[in-house]
Structures are given as C-alpha cells and as structure tokens.
C-alpha cells in the first residue's frame, strides 16, 4: 500500500501542468488536491488545510501573491512552492516577502519540484529530541519547531525556522549564500536573493532594530554570522 506522506495543494490554471504535477506528487505517495484559480485555493486550503501549497504567481482572478497575503492572514501560513516564469523576478522576491518557502522556475522537471516539496517536508516533520538553542530570551527549539522570543512565540515559515535554528546552532561562523543555500535549502544551486530575502524578514522578527542587527551579522564580501547576544 503507497503511504500517503502529505496532502499537497496544486494551483495552476494551466490544465496540463496541473496534471502532470499531480500524477508526479500522486506517485510519490502524496494526496493532491488540484485547482485552477486562487479563489478556488483559498476555499480549498480554508475547508482541508494543505502540508505544502504548489502555486502559480501568474493566475487568473485573484493572483499567487493575493493568496499568499490571504493564507498569511488567515493564521498558520503553510509551506509555499512558488511556480515562476522567468520574467517574474520582482514578483518572485515579494513572494518570498510574503512567506513563500521556496520556487521552481518555469519551465521546470516534475521531478525537481518533487524533490522541492520532500525536501519542505522532512524539515517540517518532527524529529528525534535535541537540545533547545537558546540565545538570551531567544529559544529555538528543532524537535518541537517553535520559536520564541522574550517568551512569545515568533511567527516563521519553514524556511525561516530553518534558517534561524541553523545559524544559532552554528554561532560565531560566516556562511555564504551558496553554502546557506545548499544547508538550509538543500539546493545545489538557486537564486542567492532567495537567502537575502529570508535574512531580512528574520531581523524584522528577532532584531530589536532590523536596520542595525545584532544578531544576523552581514559579512561583506562573504554572507552572514551569528552572534550570540545573551
């Protein structure tokens, strides 16, 4: 009997990638729901609450990045693949803005956007018991993936969490974005904005003064260092 690992959201109003994207997650074991436009996502995510959102910027109606800043207001935003083309930068940062976790640009490998959505999952899945990562009134935990912050909880993506507990676990050592990228993303390569975009929305929520942090030292010329406050 295939395991079904998670329940995937497809969003896409082109009936072919729907399909093929469908049959791809199908096969490996996942339960996929499929929808054309974004008023359809946002009635399908609000009546059964996806794992991870596949979702095309380009929709008609009600448009990807109106359904991120929807999902993000309805609470809990879930894991978020972005499908691109390849004139949608700008689009592609704001999502990234907005919470998206990660993207494929079109056109994209089936394949490689199964990888994608396996790879989201087994950092969202819990795992074994280790230590909380505490810096002063910040504390990561890993197993639980909760974050908090002078005791109350911080609000991350996947992403996000990933990024904050991978570079508290590792104080004090510079990463460049293409070794962020390939740590925390699991990507071999991919857009180092990707890794910018991230960084800033973190000091927005862990830095008493984002323009000025602390914690998320820029290492110019290199990438980024965490040092510990407490």
């Given at each position: ?58 929709l ?20 978020i ?5 390849l ?6 940062l ?6 998206a976790?990660?993207?494929?640009t ?16 087994r ?5 074994p ?13 890993p ?8 005791d ?16 508290l676990a ?18 071999e ?32 010329g ?9």
């Amino acid at each position: 009997m295939t395991c079904v690992c998670a329940h995937v959201l497809v969003v896409d109003d082109d009936e072919t990638v729907r399909d093929v994207v469908g049959r791809y997650l199908g096969a490996a074991g996942h339960d996929v729901a499929l929808v054309a436009d974004g008023l359809a996502a946002l009635q399908a995510a609000r009546a059964t609450p996806p794992d991870v959102v596949v979702l095309d910027l380009m929709l008609p109606g009600v448009g990807g990045l109106e359904v991120c800043r929807a999902l993000r207001a309805d609470g809990e935003l879930p894991p978020i693949v972005m499908l691109t083309a390849l004139g949608e930068e700008d689009d592609r940062l704001l999502g990234l803005e907005l919470g998206a976790d990660d993207y494929v640009t079109k056109p994209f490998s089936p394949r490689e956007l199964v990888l994608r959505v396996a790879s989201i999952l087994r950092r969202t899945a819990s795992l074994p018991a280790s230590p909380a990562l505490t810096d002063g009134t910040l504390r990561v935990d890993p197993a639980a993936r909760v974050a908090t912050l002078d005791d109350r909880p911080l609000a991350l993506t996947t992403r996000e969490f990933d990024l904050l507990a991978f570079l508290l676990a590792n104080p004090g050592q510079a990463f460049t974005r293409e070794e962020l990228l390939a740590r925390v993303w699991g990507w071999e390569f991919g857009d180092r904005s990707t890794v910018t975009v991230h960084v800033r929305r973190l000091r927005e929520k862990v830095e008493a003064d984002p323009t000025a942090p602390l914690r998320i030292a820029t290492i110019w010329g290199t990438g980024y260092r965490y040092d510990l406050q407490g």
